[in-house]
């Protein structure tokens, strides 16, 4: 009987420097404790919280928090206000919010970002499930979100060998309470399993993925 050996070569996490957006709010907070947590040095950014503060739609600040931030080794965005509303009651101007808020600021981000990034960084960004599966009231949701999805998909064949990519979460079960008759019938995810995407995004070696936690 012949027997098989593997010698598996332990794996040493880097210590990396990463920024993240929107650290306080319900997905940014559960995300930044988790990558706390491996042992990576964490600048956090948000509007009225944070080592930085900035809103990052906002061309002048985001250039000042690059200049506070420094060289980062990764970049998590996990913010963007988005109204959810039915299609007849959706104005110009909540499509033009949902666009600045959630995808134009992430595309800024990485535009203005590369030169801050390490050489091998990454940028991981936040879409959504209405892209994929909408739900009613969603409609401003699913543009922005899939706009996202098919930047970063188009941005990775062009900024390597920096990594990006996005996660792409259903709602929070956290927030069923607030969100839950959204998307009825939905699976839920946990924000620990919202987290633990945004880990694969920034510790794994893929890009132009949408990760779906």
Same mark, same amino acid.
């Given at each position: 009987?012949a ?8 794996v040493?996490? %880097?210590?990396?420097? +990463? ?11 559960a +995300?930044?404790?988790? #990558?706390?947590?491996?042992g ?10 944070? !080592?930085?503060?900035a ?17 980062? !080794? ?11 509303? %039915? ?8 499509? %033009?919010?949902?666009?600045q808020?959630?995808? #134009? ?5 990485? *535009?203005?970002?590369? %030169?801050? #990034?390490?050489?091998?960084?990454? $940028?991981?960004?936040? @879409?959504?499930?209405p892209? *994929? ?10 543009t ?12 990775? +064949? ?6 990006i990519?996005a ?9 069923? !309470?607030?969100?839950? !008759? $959204?998307?009825?019938g $939905? ?18 070696? @893929?890009?132009?993925?949408? +990760?779906v936690?």
């Open positions: 009987m027997y098989f050996t593997c010698d598996v070569a332990s040493s996490l %880097e210590i990396m420097k +990463i920024l993240t957006i929107g650290a306080h709010g319900t997905a940014g907070h +995300i930044t404790e988790h #990558l706390a947590s491996r990576h040095d964490i600048i956090t950014v948000g509007r009225t919280s944070g !080592d930085i503060r809103d990052v739609s906002d061309l002048k600040q985001l250039e000042a928090m690059w200049q506070q931030a420094g060289t980062v !080794d990764a970049v998590v965005y996990a913010a963007g206000d988005v109204r959810y509303a %039915e299609f007849q009651e959706l104005s110009s101007s909540d499509f %033009e919010s949902a666009w808020q959630k995808a #134009l600021a992430q595309i800024n981000l990485v *535009r203005t970002g590369l %030169e801050h #990034l390490s050489p091998n960084g990454s $940028f991981t960004l936040m @879409s959504g499930i892209s *994929r599966d909408p739900v009613v009231s969603g409609v401003a949701a699913a922005v979100n899939g706009a996202v999805d098919a930047f970063v998909k188009a941005a990775a +064949i062009e900024i390597a060998p920096v990594r990519n996660v792409s979460p259903s709602v929070f079960t956290e927030s069923l !309470d607030t969100f839950g !008759d $959204f998307f009825p $939905f699976i839920p995810v946990d924000l620990a399993d919202v987290a633990r995407g945004f880990q694969k995004g920034v510790e794994g070696a @893929s890009t132009g993925e949408t +990760i936690p």
